[in-house]
């Protein structure tokens, strides 16, 4: 993070961007302002709780099959063994499939996410782009995102600004 602060300063000093004006948003902030997404975050969390708890539920039957395996290994031929332990591996794998689906790189998750919260960002990058652009602003920094920003003059922030655009009265 260091070093891309420094390549920041870096280009600032020798482009001539030193000059040109500065704006920075809280985009954290600005999100938990606006209703839709607070909606729609709880609606990420409520199917991510559900299906976890149906995960869980098929762990739940792994561990009991295993279980019974191992109570009744003694009892069984080398082929029940086999088959046994063959139907432990085959339900471990259609869980880990499970999962994948549900949280995957491009699971369900990601995809409800993709539907309910982009939106909302676009809008507000649209909102942004637009206040700086009319505003003649070079750079509109983030300082949500956890950047090493050390200071930072509550002038220049223009989250307010965003949330006036959107439609958002404080």
Known sequence: MKK???ILLTLISFT?????KYAYVDSEYIL?????YEAAQQKLDELSVQ???EIEGYYKEIDKMYKDYQNDKVLLTEEMKKKRQ?????????????????????GMLYKK???????IQDE????????ATNGNYGIVFDISAGASVLYTNPKFDISEEVLKKLGYKN
Do not use: H, M
């Not at 001539?16 to 040109?20: D, F, L, N, P, R």
């Not at 085959?90 to 949280?103: A, L, P, R």
């Open 4 to 6: 891309l602060t420094i």
């Open 16 to 20: 001539g961007i030193a000059q040109q």
């Open 32 to 36: 938990k302002k606006i209703p839709s």
């Open 51 to 53: 299906w976890q708890k």
């Open 86 to 106: 063959d139907d432990i591996i085959k339900k471990e794998k259609e869980v880990k499939d499970v999962q994948k689906k549900y949280f995957g790189k491009d």
């Open 113 to 119: 996410r993709q539907e309910l919260i982009k939106p």
């Open 124 to 131: 507000i990058y649209n909102a942004i782009k637009e206040i």
